[in-house]
């Protein structure tokens, strides 16, 4: 009986640190996926297309007979005029792009100055780069750079 107890314990200790593995810091299941790369050639497709991403309500053109916009920089300090469509803006914790995004591409974080790239792209392959693409530099898992780019 003691064993068969002990088991019970053991099976259910393993299935809630299996479950709080795929938990954020504040308890939420977390379904993103940060895949580190040390190469611009491993950065594979994502889930934007220049319709659904916008920053400060400004989108890249669904159409590329019209032109529109290549690229958008913001930089730290910012206002919430340049907030992302998903919600997130300079300033903002890097939790607030996993609640958005499912797969991100990153590079390892740089102790020496707390910053880390990451990437979000399109499914469109242009030359080897996934488009559109959103890179975001963090420090301090702090947004202080965004850079919207349909080139």
């Given amino acids: 009986m003691l064993v068969k107890n002990m088991r019970l314990f053991l099976s259910m200790l393993i299935a809630s640190a299996s479950f709080l593995s795929g938990c954020s ?3 939420e299941p977390s379904h993103t ?11 594979g ?6 319709g659904n ?5 400004i989108y890249g053109s669904p159409n590329a007979k019209v032109g529109g916009v290549v690229r958008i920089i913001v930089n730290s300090p ?22 958005s995004f499912r ?18 792209t399109g499914e469109e392959n242009q030359e080897g780069f996934y488009l559109p693409s959103l890179m975001i530099l963090t420090k301090n898992n702090v947004i202080v750079r965004m850079v919207l780019s349909n080139d």
């Fill in 33 to 43: 996926s940060i895949q580190i790369v040390t190469d611009s050639s491993e950065i």
């Fill in 103 to 120: 797969k991100m591409y990153a590079y390892e974080p740089h102790e020496d100055t707390q910053t880390q790239t990451l990437y979000i």
């Fill in 45 to 50: 497709p994502g889930p934007l297309h220049k």
């Fill in 25 to 27: 810091a504040d308890g």
């Fill in 78 to 99: 910012s206002t919430d005029k340049t907030k992302t469509n998903y919600g997130f803006n300079i300033g903002d914790k890097l939790g607030s792009l996993e609640k």
């Fill in 53 to 57: 991403i916008a920053i400060g309500g």
